[in-house]
Antibody, heavy 123, light 107 residues
Framework: QVQLQESGPGLVKPSETLSLTCTVS??????????WAWIRQPPGKGLESIGG???????FYKPSLKSRVTISVETPKNQFSLKLRFVTAADTAVYYC???????????????WGKGTTVTVSS | SYDLTQPPSVSVSPGQTATITCSGD??????TSWYQQKPGQSPVLVIF???KRPSGIPERFSGSNSGNTATLTISGTQGLDEADYYC??????????FGGGTKLTVL
């Protein structure tokens, strides 16, 4: 049973960089059948995709966040990471890491989610 | 950008059928997935690839997708089905795209 666990600071100052890591256990991040994604949910709001990465390093980013986001993978540690630069209060959210099935011609669904970590942007 | 539209709320009586829609341009040409999220919890996949149920999801959950609309149907709705439901599809420009979510209330 694959499990995902987010880790990182719960408080980030405005204009600084939010950094989170997701550790994959019970499976390998190098599997060819999955992308690894970051999703966030502002308080009281819906789900928003941030982006994702394949084990080869291929990435996709939500267009409106692309200029501020970097997602990377560290295969030996079975981890992938998120960096979001120049954060504001609008980036306050629960951040989830997730596994996105891509066993077909296109990625389709998220079958595993982390528990989520709350990140607050405040001075 | 590619947008998915859901009704903000749906109400249903216990034992009745709940129907939640998700609309998007030519959505029927894309696979749609559905997630259930209860307060304070991570989302859970309940339908993938339009109409498939993951292991452990009750048979009362079903899905369909045609034209511009995907539909999640919950037959014999129970109180424990009360939750937020999100549809999701993949788009070549916006990638993982979620609907705005529907709050299902079981009255």
């Amino acid at each position: 049973q694959v499990q995902l666990q987010e880790s990182g600071p719960g408080l980030v100052k405005p204009s600084e960089t939010l950094s989170l890591t997701c550790t994959v256990s019970g499976g390998t991040i190098s599997s060819p059948s999955y992308y690894w994604a970051w999703i966030r949910q502002p308080p009281g709001k819906g789900l928003e995709s941030i982006g994702g990465i394949y084990h080869s390093g291929t990435t996709f980013y939500k267009p409106s966040l692309k200029s501020r986001v970097t997602i990377s993978v560290e295969t030996p540690k079975n981890q992938f990471s998120l960096k979001l630069r120049f954060v504001t209060a609008a980036d306050t959210a629960v951040y989830y890491c997730a596994r996105l099935d891509s066993s077909g011609p296109l990625p389709t669904y998220i079958d595993v989610w982390g528990k989520g970590t709350t990140v607050t942007v405040s001075s | 950008s590619y947008d998915l539209t859901q009704p903000p709320s749906v109400s249903v009586s216990p034992g009745q059928t709940a129907t939640i829609t998700c609309s998007g341009d030519k959505l029927g040409n894309r696979y749609t997935s559905w997630y259930q999220q209860k307060p304070g919890q991570s989302p859970v996949l309940v339908i993938f690839q339009d109409n498939k149920r993951p292991s452990g999801i009750p048979e009362r959950f079903s899905g369909s997708n045609s034209g511009n609309t995907a539909t999640l149907t919950i037959s014999g709705t129970q109180g424990l089905d009360e939750a937020d439901y999100y549809c999701q599809a993949w788009d070549s420009r916006t990638f993982v795209t979620f609907g705005g979510g529907t709050k299902l209330t079981v009255l």
